[in-house]
């Protein structure tokens, strides 16, 4: 029999796009390919894109050009683009990139072994993908690892396109659910992190009602499960149901990413955004009941018909509302989105002005907050070790967007918890040392 191709997958994008790239990792694997992440000894180059935004579009082109070097001086015989921008852009992407041979879309992950065989372009539909693969997939991000709990989004925010990328909200059933949180934990994952386009839609398809909270409750019967983490939590489905859940189990984060994009009623009408307008008055009922708790959000700058007074109102929300982690975007003009239509869209220069300026206010607020914890200490997950220092995690920070805490690693190995004191801060990381007198977890 003749021996296959060794296959590369390059994952780009969210941590819904690194579920696929796993997903697709596991197929081929069970169809006797083998993986490595050295482009160079690659037979096959598969780049799983993101199209969300310009800046991300930029980063996946960049990434099929390097991958296409390895056509010309590498071993890589065929190079193949999934994902995002493989979906949105696939009849540009076919012309202006001959070098590409296959093209996958968001709907076809389950069917990357005819991709990689010579099948395709393979386009099914979004909505035709149930995900039910991804319980065979090969995690990437040990020691913690995501888990997809819906595809798809109900949303029809006007600057974003993710709706006619991934299609309709289609919810997974709890047992595959629960199934895939069994396999992540066998295989050595101490945090989950569930995610979604928004995962407070959870079982609204099925049910006609969150089922989030219930998902929570099943999960605390993985035996071996450390913690659980919520991402991409739209304030309008935030329920005090959920925040009891939270509250009650120790394995669930005080954490909340909640995405607001912006705080003046006249931008969240105009993007079509719900429960933004009573933001703080949400902040403080959570900070009530879940004490400890971390907030992370996303806000957008520069969105079109966005005036200095606006701004002025989203960047003293910042500072009242005093996030621990931010993270903002300057606007991208998306084609077949409402605000691509907008006139009234904000010069770059203006938009790229406010963002250093709400940075900096929020870099403001972490700074004085990573002062408050000197002293503290935390149960700290490694993700890392290296030359004799450990990068890890509290409950408090999620993985890649947040900052770490960062101290001697004494013998620690990634997957371990360690009881860590913090000493000092370097800006946005936090340092410390292990409190050696505390046994390990």
Known sequence: MKEKDPVAILNLGCPKNQVDGETMAGLLAQAGYALTDRLEWAGTIIVNTCGFI???RQESIDAILAAAEQKTKGRCRRLLVTGCLSQAHYQELKKALPEVDGFMGTGAV????????????LFPSPKSYDGLAETGRLPSTYPYGYLKIAEGCNHRCSYCVIPQLRGPLRSKDPAQVLAEANMLVAGGIKEIILVAQDTTQYGLDFARQSRLPELLTQLETVAGLSRVRLLYCYPEGITDELLRVMARSPIFCRYLDIPLQHS???????????????????????????????????LIVGYPGEKPMHFRHLLAFVRRAKFDHLGAFVYSQEERTAAAKIEEQVPRRIKEWRYRQLMSAQQEIVFARNRQFIGQEFSVLIDAVSRGRAWGRSYREAPVVDSSIIFPAEGRRPGDFAAVRCTDYSGYDLLGEIDSGKPRE
């Not at 389950?110 to 395709?120: A, H, I, N, Q, S």
């Not at 993007?271 to 400890?292: I, Q, S, T, V, Y």
């Open 110 to 121: 389950d069917k990357v072994v005819e991709l990689v065989e010579g099948k395709g372009p």
């Open 54 to 56: 310009e800046k991300a």
């Open 264 to 298: 003046h009623p006249y931008i969240l009408k105009s993007m079509g955004r719900r429960g933004g307008e009573g933001a703080e008055a949400l902040l403080e009922k959570l900070r009530l009941h879940l004490p400890g708790l971390a907030l992370r959000t996303s």
